[in-house]
């Protein structure tokens, strides 16, 4: 049954050769990326836990612990379960600051080199027999499969074309985006790995079983009595492992790196917590099989997947195992080389020798990740050759298991106790990794047992050297942090980030000003540490991220760009030497001027994270929003300034009354904003007493006239800084000045209705005296005379009853007129007034109104209409100017238009033509009521005006067309028909 | 919140009885795959809270 050693190798290369393929097909875009970041891809690449010791080592520890083997996979299942209240809070800091692993992380927490350096070596060391345990697996697969002496160098070679897949799909550019293409890889991997094991288990239960009754039927018979002599772990020994792979399940390099670094969003994290435990599930299920299949043949069988394939004797059984075994490996070898390059390279290779600023920095940092990659991936090779083969799987992942837990207590220090400073966690990691060394990973070495450490021996002589060993060195770890950290002083920076890492932070950040005045100067310094080209790429990187120019001045966003360059360059080159770099290069500014919260970052922040508020926290952002809002609506323009005199809210309506975005202002200071504006906040902070008002300032070319108003804020829990309110009182002192325009014009109107009434009575006596002229002769011509003379004191009468009824607020003074009017009469008669005057003599004037248009109305009064609208239009023509009058009907309405092709109506009066006192005639020419009494007559008429200006197909002039209803011979008529007419 | 006070008195409740997932192993009277029933009931229960706290964050 053996297989041939060169086909094995073929087979395994193949596979990693469909892997490559996998990659290639990723990077083209040949596959869409609805599907590369689909969440449930993220999901599987978290399957990268289940490694080769899911497929070999979770059959072997059900051997020797019977359910026991869970532990492995419900420890991370709990991990990811508490995903809200534990992962999601350590994917918000890692993000925010780009932080890519967990050396990373406590070098931010602890603001110490010693402890991401120290969790960096720890994590060499625990990752090591992990490591060992992949290419053990690979190794001893080969060797089963072929029965060859040379099964290390395939394991070799296999390693060598993972390490060169993990340096192409993962090592391509920098560390800090998101690699697709590697998690669509890993993702295949694990699909890969749980076919194989759902395969694997299918076989065992329908093939060396028949079937599920067989199974139960064998485990209730023989295989009662192999169940019973399997040891059980002791509860306590079981909730260990259970804590050992909870805290593995995140805290291991590689799974860090996927959970944290590459995961795409909160709700893909949060998504994992119920996807990733139905896939270990998954995962789970078919070991119990494979081992009671394995032990139901023979009881000598390897105690691996491969027990399978010894049982049935087909080759492709064996492959099956072979493939799953190598998709588990390799996934996790690679992820294991990527994650712990980067750590090397942030934690001991560049704070051993800082970079220099040259010009291919990125191409050395990353030829410099391509060698770590491949050197992890030899190291745990070599380590597999020298320690691996002497000890089980068991032995090394548990080593490797405990290791990582020592990070545990740190961990959930930063999430939660914001008094644990570096000298209790380096303490606390010293204190546990000494005795994880000499309890575990010395021995494994050395393969030798050192003498028991003080304490072991609390526990039972029984219980296995993992067990004692992990809770003493946790219970050292905790004991010394907790000591150290309330005993020693804790550092202004680390107070700070651990108000960044706390879940229930408050973070204060200070208005600092920079030593750097614009975005461009930020490039010219950063070049003295990474170089002209670096600089720029990370300064043009950053200002894209934030959506702001080179030309930026603002101290708001400048702060921001800092904190970006120092993020992102912390996922480069680690937070340690990414704070050196800015704290050097880009330095604040310490003058004399005062220090306040950053309130504009802190409502920023609070807008991002609004979503995961909760509770009391949720109903305050509330309120703050509706507070925010108030002032943001306030139909007044606001300002808000600091003591620093940066700006801190600029309010929508004084965007839209000085035309300056609000956007666009915030974050800088007063003396950049454009004029008028420094000078005019300026004065009214200066100013003793406020309000100043009516200051008069010209905005986007036009004059406007605005009320100044100030408050200092004040008071104990006051922020410092000052409000503005900015009043337009521009509309207010137009309309004042109206008010006195208006004043003076009805006093002459009173003048005028006194005059008219002193007028009445000489007129009735001039109107009596042609009466009784008319009974005293029989003279033609006197008669006429008497007539004429009645019909001007008649029409003088109006004119004054007009004059009385404006007077009087506009009420009629007249009965709705109701007589028959001739248009053309009416047209002729008030061209016959008109042409009286001197100035209308080189106007043309056209009557081309029909005699059998007849309205109903007053015609003395709608002749005044039609005079002042001539008159208005012999104004507005230059001379040889035309007027021409028209009419025409219309269903029950006649329309009487008077056109001239004068100057045309100013704009800016159209809306207020018929306004009493609206004029655009020089003073003393007109007094604005000719059209305010036209409209009140056609009113009174029941019609309607019409203003086109310039008339429709005409380049100028205006066209006035007045509506009036036609008459009908219905109408009743109280008065005789006026002649006139 | 409560959601969450819920998975976290689910998970460490579950830590304290987890040792009860090993007794189903060599006993004879208990179906093999109850461990893995119980852990799926969890999952299930998982994603009904996680559609819950989705509903709740709307």
Request: net charge neutral.
């Amino acid at each position: 049954m053996n297989v041939e050693l060169v086909g094995v190798a073929l087979l395994g290369l193949g596979y990693l050769g469909i892997l490559f393929g996998c990659g290639m097909a990723v990077e083209r875009g040949w596959v869409p990326v609805r599907v590369t970041r689909h969440p449930m891809v993220y999901t599987l690449a978290l399957g990268v836990y289940a490694s080769a010791w899911a497929v070999y080592g979770s059959v072997e520890m059900a051997g020797k612990a019977g359910f026991g083997y869970l532990a492995y996979y419900l420890g991370a299942a709990g991990a990811f379960l508490l995903a809200p209240v534990l992962l999601v809070p350590i994917q918000r800091i890692t993000r925010t600051y780009q932080l890519s692993s967990l050396a990373d992380l406590f070098a931010f927490r602890y603001r110490s080199r010693w402890a991401g350096t120290l969790v960096t070596l720890l994590s060499l060391l625990a990752v090591l027999p992990l490591l060992g345990i992949q290419v053990q697996t690979l190794s001893d697969a080969v060797t089963l499969l072929t029965g060859s002496r040379y099964s290390s160098a395939v394991a070799l070679l296999f390693c060598a074309v993972i390490a060169a897949c993990a340096v192409v799909f993962g090592a391509r550019h920098s560390h800090r985006h998101r690699h697709d293409t590697l998690l669509t890889v890993i993702a295949f991997e694990s699909v890969i790995k749980l076919l194989a094991m759902l395969g694997l288990g299918a076989i065992a239960l329908w093939w060396v079983f028949d079937g599920p009754q067989d199974l139960q039927r064998w485990l209730e018979g023989p295989g009662a009595a192999i169940q019973a002599t399997t040891p059980q772990l002791e509860a306590p020994q079981w909730r260990t492992l259970l804590l050992l792979f909870f805290a593995a399940a995140f805290m291991m390099p590689h799974l860090f790196q996927i959970t944290f670094a590459e995961s795409l969003s909160r709700h893909t994290l949060l998504q994992a917590s119920w996807s990733l435990p139905l896939f270990l599930l998954l995962m789970a299920l078919p070991v119990p099989l494979i081992l009671w299949a394995a032990q139901s043949t023979n009881d000598s069988l390897p105690l691996t997947a491969y027990a399978a394939y010894v049982m049935t004797e087909h080759w492709w059984v064996g492959v099956l195992a072979f493939i799953g075994g190598l998709a588990a490996a390799s996934g996790t070898m690679m992820m294991i080389a990527l994650a712990l390059s980067g750590m090397v390279l942030n934690h001991l290779v560049l704070v051993a020798r800082p970079p220099e600023a040259r010009s291919d920095l990125y191409g050395w940092l990353l030829w410099l990740r391509r060698a770590l990659v491949v050197g992890v991936i030899i190291g745990g090779w070599l380590f597999a050759e020298s320690v691996g083969r002497y000890h089980s799987l068991t032995s090394l992942g548990l080593a490797a298991f405990v290791g990582m837990a020592q990070c545990l207590p740190g961990m959930l220090a930063l999430l939660y106790w914001p008094g644990a400073n570096r000298k209790g966690t380096v303490a606390g990691l010293l204190g546990g990794i000494g005795v994880w060394l000499w309890g575990l990973w010395l021995p494994l070495l050395l393969n030798i047992e050192l003498p028991a450490l003080p304490f072991t021996t609390l526990t039972n002589a029984s219980d296995p050297a993992w067990y004692s060993t992990t809770l003493l060195s946790l219970a050292v770890n905790i004991v010394l942090l907790i000591v150290v950290s309330l005993f020693t002083r804790i550092s202004e920076g680390e107070r700070s980030a651990a108000e960044a890492c706390s879940v229930d932070a408050v973070i204060r950040s200070k208005r600092l000003p920079l030593e750097a005045a614009t975005a461009g100067d930020f490039t010219a310094h950063l070049a003295q540490a990474l170089g002209e080209e670096a600089a720029g790429r990370e300064v043009e990187r950053a200002l894209k991220a934030l959506n702001l120019t080179p030309q930026e001045r603002r101290p708001y966003a400048l702060r921001r760009l800092r904190d970006r360059i120092q993020a992102n360059l912390s996922g480069l080159m680690g937070p340690s030497v990414a704070r050196d770099i800015v704290d050097r290069y880009l330095p604040y500014r310490h003058d004399d001027a005062p220090v306040t919260d950053d309130i504009h970052f802190v409502e920023s922040r609070l807008e991002a994270y609004r979503s995961r508020l909760t509770g009391l926290a949720r109903e305050l952002d509330g309120l703050r929003r509706h507070h925010r809002q108030t002032l943001a609506y306030l139909p007044v323009g606001l300002c808000v300034l600091g003591d620093d005199d940066e700006l801190l809210m600029w309010n929508q309506a004084l965007s839209q009354l000085s035309g300056i975005s609000g956007d666009s202002v915030i974050g800088s200071r007063r003396d950049s904003l454009p004029p008028p504006w420094p000078n005019l906040l300026s004065s009214v902070l200066n100013a003793s007493q406020t309000p100043l008002y009516k200051q008069a300032v010209t905005l986007h070319g036009k004059d406007y006239f605005l009320t100044l108003h100030k408050a200092v804020l004040s008071g104990h829990d006051s922020r410092g800084g000052s409000v503005i309110l900015v009043e337009d009182h521009t509309e207010m002192k137009w309309l004042e000045e109206e008010l006195v325009h208006a004043a003076r014009l009805a006093s002459i109107g009173q003048l005028a209705a006194g005059v008219a009434h002193e007028i009445g009575n000489p007129i009735t006596g001039i109107s009596s005296l042609a009466q009784n002229l008319r009974y005293d002769t029989d003279d033609p011509a006197l008669l006429e005379t008497a007539d004429h003379i009645q019909q001007l004191t008649q029409r003088v009468t109006k004119i004054v009853n007009s004059l009385v009824g404006f007077a009087h607020g506009g009420r009629p003074a007249l009965p709705l007129p109701t007589a028959p009017a001739a248009l053309k009469t009416i047209s002729d008669d008030a061209l016959h007034l008109i042409h009286l005057a001197r100035s209308s003599e080189d106007i043309v004037f056209i009557n081309t109104c029909s005699d059998d248009i007849v309205v109903r109305g007053d015609a003395q009064r709608l002749t005044q209409v039609m005079v002042n609208l001539l008159s208005n239009a012999k104004d507005a023509c230059r001379p040889q100017g035309t007027v021409q009058i028209t009419a025409g009907t219309q269903a029950s309405h006649a329309w009487w238009r008077v056109t001239d092709d004068g100057h045309g109506i100013d704009p800016s009066v159209k809306h207020r033509l018929f306004e009493p006192f609206t004029t655009t005639k020089p003073a003393g020419e007109g007094t604005g009521l000719g059209l305010s009494l036209a409209y009140q007559i056609i009113n009174e008429h029941q019609g309607k005006i019409e203003v086109a200006s310039p008339p429709p197909g005409k380049p100028r002039g205006t066209a006035i067309t007045l509506w009036l209803p036609l008459y009908q011979q219905d109408d009743h008529s109280p008065h005789a028909p006026d002649t006139d007419c | 919140m409560y959601v969450y006070r819920i998975m976290l008195f689910l998970v460490f409740g579950g830590y304290l009885l987890s040792p009860l997932f090993m007794d189903g192993w060599g006993d004879p009277t208990a179906a093999w795959y109850r461990p893995f029933a119980i852990w799926g009931g969890l999952i299930a229960l998982t994603l009904w809270l996680e559609q819950k706290r989705k509903l709740d964050e709307r």
